[in-house]
């Protein structure tokens, strides 16, 4: 677990993402869940599926992470990990968001490769998923949080 325990650290870390000044270093997979948990929280605009697709690529561009085909920002895993986020968030109403993080980590959604019991690697590495929204091929994202 990282230092994002808090309310306050997970603003903090909000904050820098927003701003494009996060290190790359932090931006793990439990950084991605720790903003995606804010931004439902704290700013609902921020969590639409346009925002969030303009504040990482901005972040990876600060990186010098390219943002292509096969690099850098992917829409379908970030869409799907905002629906993760806010079924753990619905969760565990009015707990603090480090408790929640915690929790996410915890569980299914903390092993980042959760999302390959929805779509095939074919299907969720294409270019088009990248770019776009595509529906899971192999099973459908939970609609009620387990684990």
Not at 111 to 136: K, M
Request: charged letters at 20%; proline letters at 7%.
């Amino acid at each position: 677990m990282t230092g994002l325990v808090s309310d306050i650290a997970m603003a903090d870390h909000a904050k820098q993402v927003q701003a494009a000044r996060l290190p790359k270093a932090e931006w793990t997979h439990e950084g991605h869940f720790a903003y995606a948990l804010w931004c439902l929280r704290h700013a609902p605009d921020s969590a639409t599926p346009e925002a969030m697709r303009e504040t990482i690529m901005a972040l990876n561009d600060a990186h010098g992470t390219p943002n292509t085909d096969s690099a850098g920002y992917h829409h379908t895993i970030t869409i799907a990990s905002l629906h993760a986020a806010r079924l753990v968030l619905e969760a565990r109403p009015g707990a603090p968001l480090g408790d929640i993080l915690a929790a996410l980590m915890a569980g299914r959604f903390g092993r980042s490769d959760w999302i390959l019991d929805h779509w095939s690697r074919e299907v969720l590495f294409s270019p088009a998923a990248r770019r776009d929204w595509i529906a899971p091929d192999r099973a459908p994202l939970p609609t009620a949080h387990f684990g």
